[in-house]
């Protein structure tokens, strides 16, 4: 993390120092995108993503992105969907899904058909993705146990943060931390 930039009137502070630690108004860079407690996280899961590609780069799985994955093996699993079913069971909007099965459908892993009504589509695997499923999973199951070796080596593991920021946020919504925290700024009035 690079260090923070000391201006002559400014004290330097390290946010990540203390993490209650409120950054004083005279302290805040000219650019707020600077200090972030989460840009390393997000980084982090790209580049474990990028060495997911990388795998498949090297098997060769061509034009696999390792974001198709999850629904292919859970349309494998469960057979056609229509995006709404599928979207829900990945957990995702109906319009994210929808723009992935359209750029899988484009890759040639999914095919859609009218589904039951004149509004929904039917998705389903084509052969291409058929033939690799197996290994699909077993790349899904290896990256798991590497998720958890590395967490076997950490001294608080990720899912477990997970865990009790998810029983955090129970108690008090980011939503409502949010807006807490901008009733306090004059800048938010």
């Known amino acids: 993390m690079p260090e923070p930039t000391e201006h002559p009137a400014d004290p330097v502070v390290d946010p990540a120092a203390d993490p ?3 950054v004083p108004p005279r302290a805040r860079p000219a650019d707020p995108s600077e200090l972030s407690r989460w840009r390393p996280l997000r980084l982090l899961q790209a580049s474990m993503d ?6 498949y780069a090297e098997a060769p799985v061509e034009g696999l992105r390792p974001s198709f994955v999850l629904e292919l093996l859970r349309l494998h699993a469960r057979g056609p969907m229509t995006i709404t079913e599928l979207a829900e069971s990945v957990q ?3 319009s994210a899904l929808s723009q992935k099965v359209a750029a899988m459908r484009r890759a040639g892993w999914v095919e859609t058909a009218p589904g039951e ?5 039917k998705v389903a ?4 993705a058929r033939a690799v499923v197996g290994r699909l999973a077993a790349e899904w199951e290896a990256t798991e146990a590497a998720l958890a070796e ?3 080596e950490l001294p608080y593991p990720l899912s ?3 865990e009790d920021i998810e029983r955090a946020l129970s108690r008090r919504s980011f939503h409502d931390r949010i807006v807490g925290k901008l009733a306090e700024d004059p800048r938010w009035r």
């Open 20 to 22: 209650a630690t409120e």
């Open 50 to 55: 990028e060495e997911i590609g990388r795998v």
């Open 92 to 94: 995702h909007t109906h």
């Open 117 to 121: 009504d004149a509004r929904s589509k």
């Open 125 to 128: 695997l084509t052969a291409k």
């Open 150 to 152: 590395l967490e076997a």
């Open 160 to 162: 477990q943060v997970v």
